[in-house]
């Protein structure tokens, strides 16, 4: 009984970021990161699926690949491509900050350009979107396609937006994740002594932009060499 | 040291505080973070389930007991063979052991007082409860059709049940089972007590460890499928439809190499309790210890590769076909393996025949002929002849309830002890694990030479030549529910009645037998140090008796 109230005892003097499973800080942070680890190696399966199916058909039909990837906007995909990995940066920079400094207002500062660069992306791939449901590009019942191959076309657009949809969708969690630990920050939540859910959004985040960097070359630059 | 002492240490008799009376109240169920009581929660949940499954199995027997097709329709047999397949696999089998006896299980047997991420645990039981109501409410407002497979196009074009809500249900409960086993390798790599070594862990934990990675890597995959399926069917495009440029047998690939895996998630864990019964009960360290456990791990990682020998008749190349054919027998080595060890284990072993000992040695029979006969369907030539016949149905219910189910009985009565703080009536206990066991055979043997003759699977009506075996197994299916309905009974009578459990009534090694029963909510007073490998059983002979 004694012993019980004793380990009672030292886990309650524990500092408050502690859950009562863990020893320590340390092993907390190590489990932690171990778990966002395992949920990305899911994350990169839950893709593996759609890229898989794309492997197939784009072997199937390469030549409607090619140009219906053609009608998409390389402009407006460039400029996401670069405003993505500005993101990462800031996020590498909050994330640094939070590790090396007490400076609250800063690391909240760096969350929320990437909240910025986050919702300046999504903005632009609802211009995207929007010029596609113009063109009838969309599938469905009111797909309409000019070039040869309309099924096949369909299916690259399919494929489309499935991919770039479940990336947006990844966007739009991360930033609202994002959001949660700016105000964290700016409470001055975070510090070298604890940084752990900063460090993990980054992780996550540079994954969503990994996945961006294979789905722009597959998407928009299958032709462009012609 | 302290450790030490707390091995003989009687069970407190009463009046200690432990997981099941430190607090009550419906609130203090549905809010716990606590691994053992979300353990629970997920017992009672997947019974529920088990019971609707078993009840739609019920139909279909019944409907087989005669060749007309009588009692049902085609179009509701093929929903209730549907319904069956869906919550069986997906709602009863995949969560079975790693959701109940893993949650209960794991952090007790590493000496850890809970999961890594409790919240999360808690969370992937209320996903669980949403995919199961998403499921439930499409099966009472209509039902599906489609075979448990969903195979497009018919899937997407061609059913007219209520296929998006089943699919929806079964996305969603794959996030339970995604977030289940990152809680487990997480846990099992950050949280092991001191000197626990790898090759000091129980064979259970091995074994939960590869399903784990399993679910990991394989879970995510039939999601995203599903979900296309569901796009395909809502919006009208055609990513698997041939008349619009798809492939369904591109379907068939993802869908299989998912659910091939899945049958290892259903067969890896009750294989880990499996090896912890027979030491057990044979007073014996594991023959090749080694050996069992990382064969676990060739399990998953070789079942990974072998999901094309689903679909050897489905227009794959015939070099493809002769590759997972060979990749489909070398799976059978780690399993042969573990039953070689297993065996190996008893020989010259003290055997108590207990009633977990009899659904383990029960396991050990039935796996080794449903594994044999998967070699059978390996065989390209044999697999054209007995494709889609019951040959295939008898084959993977010797796997999934002659092996997984017959493991998961064992480990409930095994640790039922531990879990409640009763005993299980004993001898009654022995005559269920018969009952089922001799049900179970009835069952499902003649399915073997009703598909060799050449009876197709999926009608609700057969030529009469098929009668009298058809008969033998609706008579084994009943023996095989009274099998079931037993243990449900007298489990529950020993809550209240059942006489009192030492903290290690069986003299095993195992952590979670060094802590009362039932355990305190920490599990441990003090954290356990190991300081030898996890079965030591010639030492503690003398103790025992």
Not at chain 1, 77 to 96: D, E, F, Q, R, W
Not at chain 2, 266 to 281: A, H, K, Y
Request: hydrophobic share 50%.
């Amino acid at each position: 009984m004694s012993e019980r109230a004793t380990a009672t005892a030292r886990r309650g003097s524990l500092p408050p970021a502690t859950a009562h499973q863990f020893d320590d800080a340390i092993q907390q942070h190590e489990a932690s990161g171990l778990g966002m680890w395992v949920f990305l190696l899911t994350e990169i399966l839950f893709f593996g699926g759609l890229f898989t199916i794309y492997t197939v058909y784009r072997s199937l039909y390469p030549e409607a690949f090619g140009h219906a990837s053609s009608t998409l906007d390389i402009q407006l995909g460039t400029i996401n491509t670069a405003v993505l990995i500005g993101s990462s940066l800031t996020m590498a920079l909050a994330v640094h900050t939070a590790q090396v400094s007490r400076n609250g207002r800063l690391v909240a500062l760096f969350l929320f350009a990437t909240i910025a660069l986050g919702t300046v992306f999504l903005g632009i791939k609802a211009i995207e979107y929007a010029q596609k449901f113009h063109e009838h590009h969309v599938p469905g019942p009111y797909f309409h396609y000019e070039g040869a191959d309309p099924q096949q076309s369909q299916l690259f657009f399919c494929l489309y937006f499935c991919m770039t949809g479940l990336h947006a969708l990844h966007m739009v969690i991360g930033v609202c994740v994002l959001a949660v630990l700016g105000v964290m920050a700016l409470r001055g939540r975070f510090g070298p002594d604890y940084y752990t859910p900063v460090e993990l959004t980054g992780l996550y985040w540079h994954f969503v932009d990994i996945v961006w960097i294979f789905l722009f070359p597959l998407l928009y630059l299958v032709e462009r060499h012609t | 040291m302290e450790t030490a002492e707390r091995i003989d240490e009687p069970a407190r008799p009463d009046g200690g505080t432990n997981y099941l009376n430190v607090n009550y109240g419906i609130r203090s169920w549905l809010l716990t973070v606590d691994h053992k009581r979300i353990g629970l929660l997920y017992l009672g949940t997947i019974t529920v389930m088990f019971a609707l499954g078993g009840l739609f199995a019920l139909l279909i027997r019944l409907e087989l007991l005669t060749p007309a097709g009588d009692l049902v329709g085609p179009d509701t047999y093929n929903k209730l063979f549907t319904m069956h397949g869906i919550i069986m696999v997906f709602f009863f089998l995949i969560p079975s052991i790693p959701a109940t006896l893993g949650n209960f299980l794991v952090p007790m047997m590493i000496g850890a007082r809970d999961l890594a991420f409790p919240k999360l645990n808690l969370a992937s039981w209320y996903i669980f409860i949403v995919g199961s109501l998403f499921t439930l409410w499409a099966v009472f407002t209509g039902g599906v059709d489609t075979g448990w497979t969903f195979y497009t196009p018919y899937s997407t074009v061609g059913s007219h049940t209520k296929v998006i809500p089943v699919a929806v249900g079964v996305f969603i409960n794959g996030f339970s089972s995604i977030l289940t086993g990152l809680n487990f390798i997480v846990t099992i790599h950050r949280m092991r007590a001191p000197g626990l070594t790898w090759m000091r862990l129980p064979l259970f934990i091995w074994a939960l460890y590869a399903t784990s990675i399993i679910f990991i890597l394989g879970t995510p995959v039939i999601a995203i499928t599903l979900a296309l399926v569901g796009v395909e069917r809502g919006l009208h495009i055609g990513i698997f439809d041939p008349a619009l440029g798809g492939d369904p047998v591109l379907f068939q690939h993802l869908f299989w190499f998912y659910s091939h895996p899945a049958v290892y998630i259903m067969i890896l864990p009750s294989m880990g309790v499996v090896s912890e019964l027979i030491t057990c009960f044979s007073r014996k360290a594991p023959f090749g210890y080694e050996f069992i456990a990382i064969s676990s791990l060739a399990i998953a990682f070789l079942g990974f590769l072998v999901w094309g020998h689903h679909m050897f008749v489905a227009g794959m190349s015939p070099y493809a076909s002769l590759i997972f054919s060979f990749l489909s027998f070398a799976v059978a080595i780690p399993s042969a393996v573990k039953v070689f060890n297993w065996t190996a284990t008893l020989y010259k072993g003290a055997i108590s025949f207990k009633a977990p000992m009899i659904y383990a040695l029960g396991f050990i029979g039935l796996f080794t002929i449903g594994g044999l006969t998967g070699l059978f369907l390996a065989s390209l030539g044999l697999d054209v002849h007995v494709h889609d016949t019951y040959f295939v149905v008898a084959h993977f219910h010797y796997i999934m309830v002659g092996g997984a189910l017959m493991g998961y009985l064992g480990g409930i009565h095994f640790w039922w002890p531990k879990i409640t703080g009763r005993m299980y009536p004993e001898s009654l206990a022995r005559i269920a694990a018969l009952v089922v066991f001799l049900g179970f055979n009835l069952t499902f043997f003649p399915q073997f030479i009703l598909g060799y003759l050449g009876m197709p699977r999926r009608y609700n009506a057969y030529p009469d030549e098929f009668q009298v075996l058809n008969v033998m197994s609706t008579a084994g299916a009943s023996i095989l529910g009274i099998g079931y309905l037993m243990p449900f009974c007298y489990l529950l009578w020993s809550l209240r009645y059942g006489q009192r459990a030492s903290a290690n009534p069986w003299g095993a090694t195992g952590l979670e037998w060094q802590t009362p029963s039932p355990p305190p909510t920490e599990n441990f007073a003090v954290t356990p140090i190991v300081e030898g490998p996890a079965y030591h059983y010639s030492e503690k002979e003398a103790v025992l008796v």
